[in-house]
C-alpha cells in the first residue's frame, strides 16, 4: 500500500541479472499462527554482467526478516546488508557464495492471494508474477533460472498431504504429530513457477503413457466433497498431453503431473512447474453442477495450463514485457486444442467475439497496450485481453502466413534452440523467421503497436474486362503514447461468390484458366492502401472479407442488406456465414437506436432466422450460434457515444419483434431438441441444449404462458447444469416475478452447499436487468454466502453487475457507477489486483455519451481521491483519467 506515486518500469532500461542463482534449497515449517521460512541459496556472479562488485539486491514484499548468513558466517543488519521496504540489499559480496535468508510470514492474514496464503483452511501459493518475494527474499525476475529443493514441515492432522514442484525425494515423520516431505525438481525455473500445497485433501489418481513409452502420474488433488468432480478435468488432461505429442511433438518431462483445486484465487489457474493451481470453477465439474460452458471452459484451461508446460516454463519470459510469448502462443494452442475437440467454427465465432467485444474496446481505451508492452507500473495490471487474446492472434497469423508444416519447423526450432532459457518474442519470430525463409519483419510491429487496425474496403466491377477490383486501405489509431502508425503486414483470407452462391475462382493475372484457381485465398497487406484485380468474373461478385477472422483488425465495407442475407446461407465459409448474420442484426439494431420511432423492424432479419430454425440440414452448433444477437456489450463497443439505454432499448425490441413474429418456430425448435437421450458434453448435444435454451428464453421474453410452462418443467426435470440453469436464466428474466423467486429460492436451497454453484447462482441474478438492480444487487451483498475474501464471489456479483448487466450498471442516475467506486474502494485494501480489474468498465468513460462519461469520470474521480491507493489500482485509475 502507498500514498506516493508508484514507479513506471521501461522495456529500454532491461538489464541482465548481475547475480544469478544455481540451486534454492528451501524449508517451509507451516504453523496455525504462521511460517517459518529458510531459504539457501547458491549465487555467482553473472559473467554477462557489467556491473561487478555491486551489492546483491534481492526483492522482498511484506517479510519479517529473522536472520541472514554468507557462507554460514551470520550477517548484522545495518553494516553488512540493509532493508529497504521492498529490497534486502548485501553490501558486498564475493563473486561466488552461498545465502541463507530465514523469514517469518503470516499466510493466515494474507487477504491479497500473492504468495504463500490459505484458502479454506490449506496452505498454497501463487507466485506468478511477483508473489514469491511475499515469500522470501529472492531476485525475483523471470531470468533468474534456478533448481528448486523444498522440503515442507506441517501438522500431520491438518496438513496430511505436502506437495511443491518436481519429484518427491524423501519424506518422514518428525514427532509431536508433525512430518515432513522433499521435493526436488530437476528443472531449472524462475521463481514465479514455484509452488507449495499444504491440506487436507484428497487424490484423484490416473496414468499417461506418453510417445516414448513414459508412465507419468496424474493426480488431482481437492477436498474431500468435490472427489466426484475431477473427471472432466483428468479426461481433459490426458487428452491435452496426446494433443501437444501429435500437434507440437512435446513429450511431459516429469514422473509426475498434479493439479490442485482451491477455492480462493486470483485468476483462472497457474502453470506452476508439475504442480498446477487451479481455482475451483476452473477444474471442478458434474453434470448436475456444471453447464456446457464450464465443462468446455475447464477443458481449454486445463489444456492451456498442461501446455505452459514447454510454452512458458521450459521456455520462458526473460522479464514481463514478454508475458505474451508465453500466453500468446499458450492461448493460440489451447485454442487449436479446443477446435480440434469440438467444433472449429464455433471456437472460431467465439474467440472472435471476445476478441472484437472486449479486446477492441480494451485497445480503444486508456490502457490500451502493445502486445508486448514498453512499459508499466504494475505488471498485474498487464494480464490482459491484449496480451492474452491478440497475442494468441498475432501467432495465429504467423500460422496462417506460414502455413501449418513450415509453422511446426519453427516451433520445433524454437522449443530446441531455447530449451531452458529465458527470451523474448523477438526470439520467438525470429526462429519462425530461421525454419520458414519468410522474412517477419514489418511484421513484428503487430508487438509494438497498439490499436486495432481499421480495413476499409471499397470495390468496383469492370463488366466489360470482367475485372472486380477491391480496393483495401489500412489505418492504425492513435493510442496513448502512440502517433503515427505504419502500416503492419496483415492476412487478409477472403472469397467472392456469384449470384447463385457458387464459390468463384480467384484469379489474380489475367491469364491462366479459372479451373485452377483457389476459391479462397490470404492476400498479404503491407501498405496504406492496396487494390487487388480478379479476372475472369462474368457478374459482378459478393465478397466474402476477412474470412475465419484472419485477422484482429475492423473491417468496414457497405453491405447492403440484401448481400448479408445471401451471404448469410451461403458463404462456405460458417464463420463468415455466422459474421453476415451478426452485421445485418447489428444493422437493424443501429437503425431502430438511430430513428426510434420506425414502426417497421426489417422482414429479411425475421426471414433469415426463420429459415435457420426451419432448416434441420445445417450445422445445428452454428445455427445455435446464429441465432445469438450481437450482445449489448458489442454494441456499446461499435458505436461512437453510445447510449445505452437506447441501445438497451431497441435491442430488446428486435428480440420480442423476433420471438413474436417465430413464436411458433421456437416452441417447435425447443420440442425438436428436447429429450433425445443420455447428457452428453459433445458439440452436437451442446448445440441441442444451446437452441431449446435460446428458445425458452425468446418465448419468456414475450411473456409467453406456453413458454413459461415449459421453463417451470424443464427447471425441476432438468438432470444437468445446463437445463437447469438456462431455464432459471429464462425465468429470472422475465417478467413472471412469481415463478422467477421461486425457482431462485428452490435452487439456492439445491445447492447452498456447493460454492462454485452459489456464484453462478449470484450472477444469474446479477446478470439481469429484472433481478439485478441496483437495491438487489446490494442484497445479494449482504447474503450469508457472499464472501469479501473470494475472488469467485466478489466477480461473480460486483464483476457481473458493472460487466454484463448494462442497462443498470449505467443507470442515467450514476448510482451503478458510485456503487463499483465504493467497492473498488473497500476491495483495494485487501485485495488490489480484484480491485485494479473491477475497475476497468468505468475506465472507458470517454467513449460513451457525456450524460454518462461524466458521471463515471467523477466516480473515477472519487477513487483517486481515497488515501492509501495501492499501486495495482493507481495505475489504473490515473492512466484513465490522463
Ligand atoms: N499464468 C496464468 C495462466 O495464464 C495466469 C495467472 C497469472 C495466474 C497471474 C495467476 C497469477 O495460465
Ligand atoms: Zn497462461
Same mark, same amino acid.
Not at 499458450?330 to 479446443?338: A, E, G, N, Q
Not at 525470429?430 to 517477419?440: I, P, Y
Not at 457525456?850 to 495505475?875: F, Q
Given at each position: %500500500?502507498?500514498?506516493?506515486?508508484?514507479?513506471?518500469?521501461?522495456?529500454?532500461?532491461?538489464?541482465?541479472?548481475?547475480?544469478?542463482?544455481?540451486?534454492?534449497?528451501?524449508?517451509?515449517?507451516?504453523?496455525?499462527?504462521?511460517?517459518?521460512?529458510?531459504?539457501?541459496?547458491?549465487?555467482?556472479?553473472?559473467?554477462?554482467?557489467?556491473?561487478?562488485?555491486?551489492?546483491?539486491?534481492?526483492?522482498?514484499?511484506?517479510?519479517?526478516?529473522?536472520?541472514?548468513?554468507?557462507?554460514?558466517?551470520?550477517?548484522?543488519?545495518?553494516?553488512?546488508?540493509?532493508?529497504?521496504?521492498?529490497?534486502? #540489499?548485501?553490501?558486498?559480496?564475493?563473486?561466488?557464495?552461498?545465502?541463507?535468508? #530465514?523469514?517469518?510470514?503470516?499466510?493466515?492474514? !494474507?487477504?491479497?492471494?500473492?504468495?504463500?496464503?490459505?484458502?479454506?483452511? +490449506? =496452505?498454497?501459493?501463487?507466485?506468478?508474477?511477483?508473489?514469491?518475494?511475499?515469500?522470501?527474499?529472492?531476485?525475483?525476475?523471470?531470468?533468474?533460472?534456478?533448481?528448486?529443493?523444498?522440503?515442507?514441515?506441517?501438522?500431520?492432522?491438518?496438513?496430511?498431504?505436502?506437495?511443491?514442484?518436481?519429484?518427491?525425494?524423501?519424506?518422514?515423520?518428525?514427532?509431536?504429530?508433525?512430518?515432513?516431505?522433499?521435493?526436488?525438481?530437476?528443472?531449472?525455473?524462475?521463481?514465479?513457477?514455484?509452488?507449495?500445497?499444504?491440506?487436507?485433501?484428497?487424490?484423484?489418481?490416473?496414468? =499417461?503413457?506418453?510417445?516414448?513409452?513414459?508412465?507419468?502420474?496424474?493426480?488431482?488433488?481437492?477436498?474431500?466433497?468435490?472427489?466426484?468432480?475431477?473427471?472432466?478435468?483428468?479426461?481433459?488432461?490426458?487428452?491435452?498431453?496426446?494433443?501437444?505429442?501429435?500437434?507440437?511433438?512435446?513429450?511431459?518431462?516429469?514422473?509426475?503431473?498434479?493439479?490442485?483445486?482451491?477455492?480462493?484465487?486470483?485468476?483462472?489457474?497457474?502453470?506452476?512447474?508439475?504442480?498446477?493451481?487451479? !481455482?475451483?470453477?476452473?477444474?471442478?465439474?458434474?453434470?448436475?453442477?456444471?453447464?456446457?460452458?464450464?465443462?468446455?471452459?475447464?477443458?481449454?484451461?486445463?489444456?492451456?495450463?498442461?501446455?505452459?508446460?514447454?510454452?512458458?516454463?521450459?521456455?520462458?519470459?526473460?522479464?514481463?514485457?514478454?508475458?505474451?510469448?508465453?500466453?500468446?502462443?499458450?492461448?493460440?494452442?489451447?485454442?487449436?486444442?479446443?477446435?480440434? %475437440?469440438?467444433?472449429?467454427?464455433?471456437?472460431?465465432?467465439?474467440?472472435?467475439?471476445?476478441?472484437?467485444?472486449?479486446?477492441?474496446?480494451?485497445?480503444?481505451?486508456?490502457?490500451?497496450?502493445?502486445?508486448?508492452?514498453?512499459?508499466? +507500473?504494475?505488471?498485474?495490471?498487464?494480464?490482459?485481453?491484449?496480451?492474452?487474446?491478440?497475442?494468441?492472434?498475432?501467432?495465429?497469423?504467423?500460422?496462417?502466413?506460414?502455413?501449418?508444416?513450415?509453422?511446426?519447423?519453427?516451433?520445433?526450432?524454437?522449443?530446441?534452440?531455447?530449451?531452458?532459457?529465458?527470451?523474448?518474442?523477438?526470439?520467438?519470430?525470429?526462429? +519462425?523467421?530461421?525454419?520458414?525463409?519468410?522474412?517477419?519483419?514489418? =511484421?513484428?510491429?503487430?508487438?509494438?503497436?497498439?490499436?486495432?487496425?481499421?480495413?476499409?474496403?471499397?470495390?468496383?466491377?469492370?463488366?466489360?474486362?470482367?475485372?472486380?477490383?477491391?480496393?483495401?486501405?489500412?489505418?492504425?489509431?492513435?493510442?496513448?503514447?502512440?502517433?503515427?502508425?505504419?502500416?503492419?503486414?496483415?492476412?487478409?483470407?477472403?472469397?467472392?461468390?456469384?449470384?447463385?452462391?457458387?464459390?468463384?475462382?480467384?484469379?489474380?493475372?489475367?491469364?491462366?484458366?479459372?479451373?485452377?484457381?483457389?476459391?479462397?485465398?490470404?492476400?498479404?497487406?503491407?501498405?496504406?492502401?492496396?487494390?487487388?484485380?480478379?479476372?475472369?468474373?462474368?457478374?459482378?461478385?459478393?465478397?466474402?472479407?476477412?474470412?475465419?477472422?484472419?485477422?484482429?483488425?475492423?473491417?468496414?465495407?457497405?453491405?447492403?442488406?440484401?448481400?448479408?442475407?445471401?451471404?448469410?446461407?451461403?458463404?462456405?465459409?460458417?464463420?463468415?456465414?455466422?459474421?453476415?448474420?451478426?452485421?445485418?442484426?447489428?444493422?437493424?439494431?443501429?437503425?431502430?437506436?438511430?430513428?426510434?420511432?420506425?414502426?417497421?423492424?426489417?422482414?429479411?432479419?425475421?426471414?433469415?432466422?426463420?429459415?435457420?430454425?426451419?432448416?434441420?440440414?445445417?450445422?445445428?452448433?452454428?445455427?445455435?450460434?446464429?441465432?445469438?444477437?450481437?450482445?449489448?456489450?458489442?454494441?456499446?463497443?461499435?458505436?461512437?457515444?453510445?447510449?445505452?439505454?437506447?441501445?438497451?432499448?431497441?435491442?430488446?425490441?428486435?428480440?420480442?419483434?423476433?420471438?413474436?413474429?417465430?413464436?411458433?418456430?421456437?416452441?417447435?425448435?425447443?420440442?425438436?431438441?428436447?429429450?433425445?437421450?443420455?447428457?452428453?458434453?459433445?458439440?452436437?448435444?451442446?448445440?441441442?441444449?444451446?437452441?431449446?435454451?435460446?428458445?425458452?428464453?425468446?418465448?419468456?421474453?414475450?411473456?409467453?404462458?406456453?413458454?413459461?410452462?415449459?421453463?417451470?418443467?424443464?427447471?425441476?426435470?432438468?438432470?444437468?447444469?445446463?437445463?437447469?440453469?438456462?431455464?432459471?436464466?429464462?425465468?429470472?428474466?422475465?417478467?413472471?416475478?412469481?415463478?422467477?423467486?421461486?425457482?431462485?429460492?428452490?435452487?439456492?436451497?439445491?445447492?447452498?452447499?456447493?460454492?462454485?454453484?452459489?456464484?453462478?447462482?449470484?450472477?444469474?441474478?446479477?446478470?439481469?436487468?429484472?433481478?439485478?438492480?441496483?437495491?438487489?444487487?446490494?442484497?445479494?451483498?449482504?447474503?450469508?454466502?457472499?464472501?469479501?475474501?473470494?475472488?469467485?464471489?466478489?466477480?461473480?456479483?460486483?464483476?457481473?453487475?458493472?460487466?454484463? !448487466?448494462?442497462?443498470? =450498471?449505467?443507470?442515467?442516475?450514476?448510482?451503478?457507477?458510485?456503487?463499483?467506486?465504493?467497492?473498488?474502494?473497500?476491495?483495494?485494501?485487501?485485495?488490489?489486483?480484484?480491485?485494479?480489474?473491477?475497475?476497468?468498465?468505468?475506465?472507458?468513460?470517454?467513449?460513451?455519451?457525456?450524460?454518462?462519461?461524466?458521471? +463515471?469520470?467523477?466516480?473515477?474521480?472519487?477513487?483517486?481521491?481515497?488515501?492509501?491507493?495501492?499501486?495495482?489500482?493507481?495505475?489504473?485509475?490515473?492512466?484513465?483519467?490522463?
Amino acid at each position: %500500500m502507498r500514498t506516493n506515486q508508484p514507479q513506471t518500469i521501461h522495456l529500454s532500461e532491461y538489464k541482465v541479472p548481475t547475480y544469478l542463482v544455481d540451486t534454492v534449497d528451501l524449508c517451509f515449517q507451516l504453523y496455525d499462527d504462521g511460517a517459518r521460512v529458510h531459504s539457501t541459496l547458491s549465487v555467482r556472479q553473472n559473467p554477462e554482467s557489467k556491473d561487478v562488485s555491486a551489492p546483491f539486491t534481492l526483492d522482498g514484499d511484506s517479510l519479517n526478516l529473522e536472520r541472514v548468513t554468507l557462507d554460514g558466517k551470520a550477517l548484522v543488519a545495518g553494516d553488512d546488508y540493509e532493508e529497504t521496504g521492498e529490497h534486502l #540489499v548485501i553490501t558486498e559480496v564475493p563473486s561466488q557464495f552461498e545465502l541463507t535468508v #530465514v523469514t517469518w510470514i503470516e499466510p493466515q492474514n !494474507n487477504t491479497r492471494l500473492e504468495g504463500l496464503y490459505k484458502s479454506s483452511g +490449506m =496452505f498454497c501459493t501463487q507466485c506468478e508474477a511477483e508473489g514469491f518475494r511475499c515469500i522470501t527474499y529472492f531476485p525475483d525476475r523471470p531470468d533468474v533460472m534456478a533448481r528448486y529443493r523444498t522440503r515442507i514441515e506441517a501438522d500431520k492432522a491438518t496438513c496430511p498431504v505436502l506437495l511443491s514442484n518436481g519429484n518427491d525425494i524423501d519424506r518422514g515423520d518428525l514427532g509431536s504429530g508433525r512430518h515432513f516431505v522433499t521435493w526436488e525438481d530437476p528443472f531449472p525455473k524462475p521463481s514465479y513457477l514455484f509452488a507449495l500445497v499444504a491440506g487436507d485433501l484428497v487424490e484423484k489418481q490416473d496414468t =499417461f503413457t506418453t510417445c516414448s513409452g513414459r508412465d507419468i502420474d496424474l493426480r488431482i488433488y481437492v477436498e474431500t466433497r468435490n472427489a466426484a468432480k475431477c473427471e472432466h478435468a483428468m479426461d481433459s488432461l490426458k487428452r491435452s498431453m496426446r494433443w501437444d505429442e501429435e500437434v507440437y511433438g512435446r513429450e511431459y518431462d516429469l514422473d509426475i503431473f498434479m493439479i490442485v483445486a482451491v477455492d480462493d484465487f486470483n485468476m483462472g489457474a497457474m502453470e506452476n512447474k508439475g504442480l498446477n493451481i487451479f !481455482n475451483s470453477s476452473c477444474v471442478l465439474a458434474s453434470q448436475e453442477t456444471a453447464t456446457d460452458l464450464a465443462f468446455q471452459r475447464i477443458e481449454a484451461i486445463v489444456a492451456h495450463e498442461y501446455f505452459h508446460n514447454w510454452s512458458g516454463n521450459r521456455v520462458t519470459c526473460r522479464d514481463w514485457f514478454q508475458l505474451s510469448l508465453k500466453e500468446g502462443f499458450t492461448v493460440f494452442r489451447d485454442s487449436t486444442f479446443s477446435a480440434d %475437440m469440438g467444433s472449429p467454427t464455433v471456437k472460431r465465432i467465439e474467440d472472435a467475439t471476445l476478441l472484437r467485444t472486449a479486446q477492441f474496446a480494451e485497445d480503444a481505451g486508456p490502457m490500451a497496450h502493445p502486445v508486448r508492452p514498453a512499459s508499466y +507500473m504494475e505488471i498485474s495490471n498487464f494480464y490482459t485481453l491484449t496480451i492474452y487474446e491478440k497475442g494468441a492472434e498475432v501467432v495465429r497469423m504467423i500460422h496462417t502466413l506460414l502455413g501449418p508444416e513450415l509453422f511446426r519447423k519453427g516451433s520445433d526450432l524454437y522449443f530446441e534452440r531455447h530449451d531452458g532459457q529465458a527470451v523474448t518474442t523477438d526470439d520467438f519470430v525470429k526462429a +519462425m523467421e530461421d525454419a520458414s525463409g519468410r522474412d517477419l519483419t514489418q =511484421f513484428r510491429l503487430w508487438y509494438d503497436q497498439a490499436g486495432t487496425p481499421l480495413l476499409t474496403v471499397s470495390d468496383n466491377y469492370d463488366s466489360e474486362q470482367g475485372v472486380y477490383r477491391l480496393t483495401i486501405q489500412q489505418t492504425i489509431p492513435d493510442t496513448p503514447e502512440q502517433t503515427n502508425k505504419q502500416s503492419q503486414h496483415i492476412p487478409f483470407a477472403l472469397g467472392l461468390l456469384g449470384i447463385e452462391g457458387e464459390a468463384l475462382p480467384l484469379r489474380l493475372e489475367s491469364t491462366g484458366d479459372a479451373a485452377n484457381a483457389p476459391t479462397e485465398r490470404v492476400l498479404e497487406l503491407t501498405e496504406a492502401s492496396q487494390t487487388f484485380e480478379f479476372y475472369g468474373l462474368a457478374q459482378k461478385p459478393v465478397p466474402s472479407l476477412l474470412r475465419h477472422f484472419s485477422a484482429p483488425v475492423r473491417v468496414v465495407y457497405p453491405w447492403s442488406r440484401e448481400q448479408l442475407v445471401f451471404l448469410m446461407s451461403h458463404d462456405p465459409d460458417g464463420f463468415n456465414r455466422w459474421d453476415a448474420g451478426q452485421r445485418l442484426a447489428v444493422d437493424v439494431i443501429q437503425s431502430l437506436i438511430s430513428s426510434p420511432e420506425t414502426a417497421e423492424i426489417e422482414p429479411r432479419l425475421v426471414e433469415a432466422y426463420r429459415a435457420l430454425l426451419a432448416d434441420l440440414s445445417l450445422d445445428q452448433a452454428l445455427v445455435a450460434k446464429m441465432l445469438q444477437l450481437p450482445s449489448e456489450a458489442y454494441l456499446i463497443e461499435l458505436a461512437d457515444s453510445p447510449d445505452v439505454a437506447a441501445i438497451h432499448r431497441a435491442r430488446e425490441r428486435v428480440l420480442s419483434h423476433l420471438a413474436t413474429s417465430l413464436r411458433d418456430e421456437l416452441v417447435a425448435c425447443y420440442h425438436a431438441n428436447t429429450g433425445g437421450g443420455a447428457y452428453e458434453v459433445t458439440p452436437e448435444s451442446i448445440a441441442r441444449r444451446s437452441l431449446r435454451n435460446t428458445a425458452l428464453s425468446w418465448l419468456l421474453l414475450i411473456n409467453d404462458d406456453a413458454g413459461r410452462d415449459l421453463a417451470v418443467k424443464q427447471y425441476s426435470d432438468a438432470d444437468n447444469m445446463t437445463d437447469r440453469m438456462g431455464a432459471l436464466r429464462a425465468l429470472v428474466n422475465s417478467d413472471y416475478a412469481a415463478e422467477r423467486s421461486q425457482a431462485l429460492a428452490d435452487f439456492y436451497e439445491r445447492f447452498q452447499d456447493d460454492p462454485q454453484v452459489v456464484e453462478q447462482w449470484f450472477a444469474v441474478q446479477a446478470s439481469s436487468d429484472r433481478a439485478g438492480q441496483l437495491p438487489q444487487v446490494q442484497t445479494l451483498l449482504k447474503h450469508a454466502a457472499f464472501d469479501w475474501k473470494n475472488p469467485n464471489k466478489i466477480r461473480s456479483v460486483i464483476g457481473v453487475f458493472a460487466g454484463q !448487466n448494462l442497462a443498470a =450498471f449505467h443507470n442515467p442516475d450514476g448510482s451503478g457507477y458510485g456503487f463499483l467506486a465504493d467497492q473498488v474502494c473497500r476491495l483495494d485494501d485487501s485485495n488490489p489486483q480484484i480491485a485494479a480489474r473491477l475497475v476497468a468498465p468505468l475506465t472507458r468513460w470517454k467513449k460513451f455519451a457525456p450524460t454518462y462519461s461524466a458521471l +463515471m469520470h467523477k466516480a473515477l474521480g472519487k477513487i483517486r481521491d481515497k488515501p492509501e491507493l495501492s499501486a495495482d489500482l493507481y495505475e489504473v485509475v490515473h492512466k484513465s483519467l490522463e
